[in-house]
């Protein structure tokens, strides 16, 4: 019995110590459902981070553009309340995710990455908004 204790004592405060808060992550949905989620939500805000270039040429009506290539470690203007739903989408789904995973990273709480602008079957607009 007295060399068990130790051991268990041990494998106890090893079990603590491996025990690991639950990271805060972004949500993953289909374009279709995404669009869904436009019909039924509101205060939602719809975040495009393909370059100025892609973003002029066609975008999601009402959808604002900070390219993924410019979000870094510091607090982006254009997204001031990190509880707000975001939305977020680029052109085939790759730097949505990246971008996805920098704002969880940031502190954004609330962001549901659904992929590319190839798979939106929705309106789209042209030109600066």
């Known amino acids: ?27 993953q949905i289909t374009a279709e459902e995404a669009a869904a989620m436009m019909e039924e939500e509101s205060g939602y ?12 040429e066609k975008h999601i009506p009402g959808a ?25 989408y680029c052109r085939s789904g790759n730097r949505s995710k990246q971008a996805a995973e920098k704002l969880v990273k940031l502190g954004y709480t609330n962001i549901v990455e659904f992929g590319g602008i190839h798979d939106w079957t929705g309106e789209t607009v042209s030109g600066a908004s």
């Open 1 to 27: 019995m007295k060399r068990i204790m130790p051991l268990l004592m041990a494998l106890l405060l090893l079990a603590g110590c491996g025990a690991q808060p639950e990271e805060s992550t972004y949500r």
């Open 45 to 56: 805000l719809i975040l495009d981070v393909r370059t100025a270039g892609e973003y002029s």
């Open 64 to 88: 604002i553009n900070v390219p993924n290539e410019t979000i870094g470690n510091q607090d982006i203007p254009e997204l001031p309340d990190k509880e707000q739903l975001i939305l977020v």
